[in-house]
């Protein structure tokens, strides 16, 4: 059965920056080790965190070349990229990501936590380390280390309400 995202019930965070990522992680790592970790949408946590990597994997190392989004979606991307790259932005539950760029950011449908969490905490240590996001979005265009933080901090902040380390 499918969960319509748009009215689950979802955890309310404030993420501002990539530490709060880090520390969001670390605090679920710990309910799923005590066997407490709910979600209230339609992936598992494995396949939210590796979701939410993916996104910080192309923003460091570009986008394949054929992941291009339909023209109205790179319109669209354009109108709303100041607003969705300023500090505070979220990106938008319940939204059907375009088959060109589904083969990039649907998880597996056997991801696990473990493997899950080990991917995104890897692209958080790239960040940490100095490596910078900076490569051309399909949606935005031109996206600068700054724009990506704002950008990765509200997508995870959104995947992230799915879960519940209750």
């Given at each position: 059965m499918t969960?319509?995202?748009?009215?689950?019930?979802r955890r309310p965070l404030s993420f501002t920056s990539l530490d709060d990522v880090r520390a969001d992680i670390d605090a679920l790592e710990a309910s799923h080790q005590a066997g407490t970790l709910k979600t209230t949408g339609n992936?598992?946590?494995?396949?939210?965190?590796?979701?939410?990597?993916?996104l910080f994997r192309v923003s460091l190392d570009g986008f394949p070349a054929d992941s291009k989004p339909p023209f109205w979606l790179k319109l669209l991307g354009r109108l709303i990229k100041g607003k969705a790259t300023a500090p505070g932005g979220e990106a938008p539950t319940g939204f059907k990501i375009p088959p060109a760029l589904a083969k990039v950011f649907d998880p597996p449908s056997d991801a696990t936590?473990?493997?899950?969490?080990?991917?995104i905490r890897a692209m958080l240590d790239r960040v940490a380390s100095g490596a910078l996001m900076e490569q051309p979005s399909p949606l935005f265009g031109e996206m600068n280390n700054e724009?990506?933080?704002?950008?990765?901090?509200?997508?995870?902040?959104?995947?992230?309400?799915?879960?519940?380390?209750?």
């Open positions: 969960i319509n995202t748009k009215k689950a019930d992936w598992t946590p494995g396949q939210i965190l590796w979701h939410c990597a993916s936590f473990e493997q899950g969490a080990s991917e724009q990506w933080t704002n950008v990765q901090v509200g997508h995870c902040r959104m995947h992230f309400s799915f879960m519940n380390p209750s």
